[in-house]
């Protein structure tokens, strides 16, 4: 059988090389084309020596495959992608371009009209264990921000259950590779180095993406409160939501809610006890922990992903098996890095 060819937009971001890593142990897959503009006309080694084995030059546009990924920064990324989308290409978005269904959240969050608010319309999002039916006969994939895959996952069962009700919080937690590699003061290692410090309080972008998907499990969801942190670490996301519980609940009781929402998904495990993010390190895993404080009547979920894997280039893997008809966990590793 012949092997799908792919392309990577922008191959020199921490989510763009890590699609071109994953790719290269795809076995349906054939990664023949990939574009950076700052790095167009070296080859990939040069750029990234840990990717030598992978005889690429890097590009300026991409030329003769079947299926794109963009890992463009947002605004970019929708207008480079729309010819594709116009010719029937299958196309994967690993930025914020497509996950919001209102066009006009665009203006208000991200500073720009969209330029294509009909394609909003066509686009899934891709969170294979809430949409993995629309995923599989999509042309047009929304992969999901790093926050909102912990997020999401973490309250989903809740909510679809309906034994949680008001507001839900979401204190969230995320290495310094989530902000990408472009340079920034707050990314060195001077000053993050032994800090931690919450950022964005009320203005963070992937704020809306939650609120819309976990408003679809529940319509009458009060709102939300997202709170992201920022620690010295390379990878990894912890998330810790709160909700407020509405019926008499055990933490064995929200525990069974859990096992069950997730009992075939293979990138989902409900763990015993609270989940470290050095556990999903380098895996497409999300690990799931509940809890119920009956003192309070609070629910307290735990998700732990790596967001450059589950957060972005892997789940990006997971969908394309998906939009391919391949099996979902081809060419994902389950066995986390350690230590």
């Known amino acids: 059988m012949a092997k799908t060819r792919v392309g990577i937009l922008n191959v020199t971001g921490y989510a763009g090389i890590e699609l071109a890593r994953l790719l290269t142990g795809h076995p349906n897959i054939e990664l023949v084309s990939v574009t950076g503009r700052s790095a167009a006309g070296q080859k990939i080694g040069q750029v990234f020596p840990h990717m030598a084995a992978l005889d690429l030059i890097i590009q300026s546009e991409l030329s003769d495959i079947d299926f794109v990924f963009s890992a463009l920064p947002h605004h970019e990324s929708a207008d480079q992608l729309i010819p594709f989308v116009n010719r029937g290409t299958k196309v994967i978005d690993v930025s914020a371009d497509f996950r919001l269904s209102d066009p006009t959240l665009y203006e208000e969050w991200y500073g720009f009209k969209h330029p294509a608010p009909e394609l909003l319309k066509k686009a899934i999002y891709g969170l294979p264990e809430l949409h993995r039916t629309e995923i599989q006969q999509s042309n047009l994939v929304a992969n999901p921000g790093c926050y909102p895959t912990a997020s999401i996952l973490a309250l989903a069962p809740a909510l679809n259950a309906g034994i949680v009700s008001g507001n839900v919080i979401v204190d969230a937690k995320s290495g310094l590779s989530g902000a990408g590699r472009s340079l920034k003061l707050t990314g060195h290692f001077c000053e993050a180095d032994e800090d931690v410090t919450a950022y964005a309080i009320t203005s963070h ?135």
């Open 205 to 339: 972008r992937h704020q809306p993406e939650i609120l819309q998907e976990l408003s679809c499990l529940d319509r009458a969801l009060a709102g939300l409160t997202f709170t992201p942190h920022l620690v010295p670490m390379t990878r990894g996301i912890l998330a810790t939501c709160y909700a407020s519980v509405n019926l008499s609940m055990t933490a064995a009781d929200a525990m069974q809610i859990y096992k069950d929402f997730y009992r075939d998904e293979p990138f989902v495990r409900v763990t015993a006890e609270p989940p470290h993010t050095k556990h999903t390190a380098g895996t497409n895993m999300c690990l799931i922990h509940v809890n119920v404080d009956q003192r309070s009547n609070m629910l307290i979920a735990v998700a732990a992903i790596d967001n450059l894997i589950k957060g972005a280039a892997g789940q990006a893997v997971q969908n394309m098996n998906l939009m391919l008809g391949f099996p979902e966990d081809t060419g994902l590793s389950k066995i986390a890095q350690f230590p």
